[in-house]
């Protein structure tokens, strides 16, 4: 089993900043994914950011140049430093490891519980 926490999230103006942390226990091996992904309201769960183990990242367009994604593989942790925030920017954000090796179970794709980012004025 893998567990993962989350933690960071709050209300924030726009053009403030957050730094989303989670944690990953449990049975991780690499190489593997670590990403987070949002849903604002009323819309479906979208991509952020994604890095693999060993460091290339992915971005969806929107979050260019002002999202910045990080892991420390020692610690099994993926970080999200999220600058220049932007109402629309309003979601729960979700972190996602994904592996090769699967469990007992036969899972490889974990989530975890996620975590309110609120930009407002």
């Known amino acids: 089993q893998v567990h993962l926490v989350e933690s960071g999230g709050g209300l924030v103006q726009p053009g403030g900043s957050l730094r989303l942390s989670c944690a990953a226990s449990?049975?991780?091996?690499?190489?593997?994914?670590m990403g987070w992904y949002r849903q604002p309201p009323g819309k479906q769960r979208e991509l952020v950011a994604t890095?693999?183990?060993?460091?290339?990242?992915n971005y969806v367009d929107s979050v260019k140049g002002r999202f910045t994604i990080s892991r420390d593989n020692a610690k099994n942790t993926v970080y999200l430093q999220m600058n220049s925030l932007k109402p629309e920017d309003t979601a729960v954000y979700y972190c996602?490891?994904?592996?090769?090796?699967?469990?007992?179970?036969?899972?490889?794709?974990?989530w975890g519980q996620g975590t309110q980012v609120t930009v407002s004025s």
């Open positions: 996602n490891v994904r592996q090769l090796v699967r469990d007992p179970e036969g899972r490889n794709d974990y």
């Open positions: 449990g049975r991780i091996f690499s190489p593997n994914v």
């Open positions: 890095i693999a183990s060993g460091g290339s990242t």
